[in-house]
C-alpha cells in the first residue's frame, strides 16, 4: 500500500515538472516573437547647441519651474501661515478629546485654504512684481527672485519677534543692518519658524483652558459620587462639545486665528 502511494505521488510530481516545463517553453516562445515583432522606444538625453537665445530663456524656464515644485511644500510649510494654523487645529483637537475626529485630512485641507486665503495679498504681490515682468522678459531671473522674496520677507518680519531675529543674527554674526528687510532669508526663516511655534503653543494653552475646567468638575462630580471607575473623558466629551458648537467655536477660532495675522 506504502508502495502504491509512493508510485502515485513520484508520477505526480513527474506530470507537474513536464506541465511547468512545457508552459515555460510556450512562453519564451511567445516572448521571443513579441519581441521581434514590437519595436520598443529608446529615450536618449543629449545636449546640443540651440538655435536662437529664446530655447536657452524657455528651457531655464522649464527647469525654473520645476525648482520651484520641488521646494513648493518646504516653502508652504516654513514661509506661509501654514505651521501656526495647523499647530492650533490639533491643539483643539487634542483639547476636545475627540481622537481622530476631525480627521487629519480635514484639519490639514482647512489650513491649507485658509493660508491661501491669509496670503492672498501677498502671493497678489509676487504675481505683479515678479512673476508677470519676468515673463514678459523685462527683468531676469536673479531679480524676479529678489522681487519675489521681498513680500515673503515682509510678511515674514511682521510676524517674527525681535528677539527671534535677534537669536539667529548673532548665531550666524550677520552684520547691521538699516531694516529687518535687509536680512538674508538664511536668518528670517529660521526666526519666523520658531515664533510660529511659540505663538501656535501659546494659542493652544488658551484653548485648553475652558476644557480643562471641564474634565477637572467632571472628575470632581465623580469622585464625589463613587463613580471612580468610570473614565471622566467618556463623561466631559459630550458637554465639550456642546460648549464648543454653543459658542460657535469653528467660526471663532478661525476668526482668531487669522486676525493674529493682520
Known amino acids: 500500500m506504502n508502495k502504491m502511494k509512493k508510485d502515485i505521488k513520484r508520477k505526480v510530481l513527474i506530470l507537474l515538472i513536464a506541465v511547468s516545463a512545457l508552459l515555460a517553453w510556450y512562453g519564451l516562445n511567445s516572448y521571443s516573437a513579441y519581441a521581434t515583432d514590437t519595436v520598443i522606444p529608446e529615450v536618449d538625453v543629449t545636449f546640443g547647441a540651440a538655435d536662437s537665445p529664446t530655447d536657452v530663456t524657455?528651457?531655464?524656464?522649464?527647469?525654473?519651474?520645476?525648482?520651484?515644485?520641488?521646494?513648493?511644500?518646504?516653502?508652504?510649510?516654513?514661509?506661509?501661515?501654514?505651521?501656526?494654523?495647523?499647530?492650533?487645529?490639533?491643539?483643539?483637537?487634542?483639547?476636545?478629546g475627540t481622537q481622530q475626529t476631525p480627521p487629519n485630512q480635514i484639519i490639514i485641507g482647512l489650513a491649507l485654504f485658509l493660508t491661501l486665503f491669509i496670503m492672498s495679498p501677498v502671493l497678489n504681490?509676487?504675481?505683479?512684481?515678479?512673476?508677470?515682468?519676468?515673463?514678459?522678459?523685462?527683468?531676469?531671473?536673479?531679480?524676479?527672485?529678489?522681487?519675489?522674496?521681498?513680500?515673503?520677507?515682509?510678511?515674514?518680519?511682521?510676524?517674527t519677534y525681535e528677539k527671534d531675529l535677534n537669536l539667529f543674527i548673532n548665531i550666524s554674526k550677520t552684520a547691521k543692518v538699516?531694516?529687518?528687510?535687509?536680512?538674508?532669508?538664511?536668518?528670517?526663516?529660521?526666526?519666523?519658524?520658531?515664533?510660529?511655534?511659540?505663538?501656535?503653543?501659546?494659542?493652544?494653552?488658551?484653548?485648553?483652558?475652558?476644557?480643562?475646567?471641564?474634565?477637572?468638575?467632571?472628575?470632581?462630580?465623580?469622585?464625589?459620587?463613587?463613580?471612580?471607575?468610570?473614565?471622566?473623558?467618556?463623561?466631559?466629551?459630550?458637554?465639550?462639545?456642546?460648549l464648543f458648537v454653543m459658542v460657535d467655536g469653528w467660526n471663532l477660532l478661525v476668526g482668531q486665528i487669522v486676525q493674529s495675522f493682520r
Not at 522649464?62 to 491643539?91: D, G, N, Q
Not at 505663538?199 to 471641564?214: A, D, E, Q, R, S
Open 58 to 96: 524657455n528651457s531655464m524656464k522649464i527647469l525654473f519651474l520645476l525648482t520651484i515644485i520641488s521646494l513648493a511644500p518646504s516653502i508652504l510649510i516654513m514661509m506661509t501661515s501654514f505651521t501656526r494654523i495647523v499647530i492650533v487645529l490639533h491643539f483643539l483637537r487634542s483639547a476636545l
Open 125 to 159: 504681490d509676487i504675481n505683479e512684481n515678479a512673476i508677470k515682468p519676468y515673463n514678459a522678459g523685462t527683468i531676469t531671473q536673479a531679480k524676479a527672485i529678489d522681487e519675489g522674496m521681498k513680500p515673503l520677507k515682509s510678511f515674514m518680519i511682521k510676524q
Open 178 to 242: 538699516e531694516s529687518p528687510d535687509k536680512l538674508p532669508a538664511t536668518v528670517i526663516i529660521p526666526a519666523f519658524i520658531i515664533s510660529e511655534l511659540k505663538k501656535g503653543f501659546m494659542m493652544g494653552f488658551i484653548i485648553y483652558i475652558p476644557f480643562l475646567v471641564i474634565d477637572m468638575i467632571v472628575s470632581s462630580t465623580l469622585m464625589a459620587m463613587g463613580m471612580m471607575m468610570l473614565p471622566p473623558v467618556m463623561i466631559s466629551l459630550p458637554f465639550k462639545l456642546l
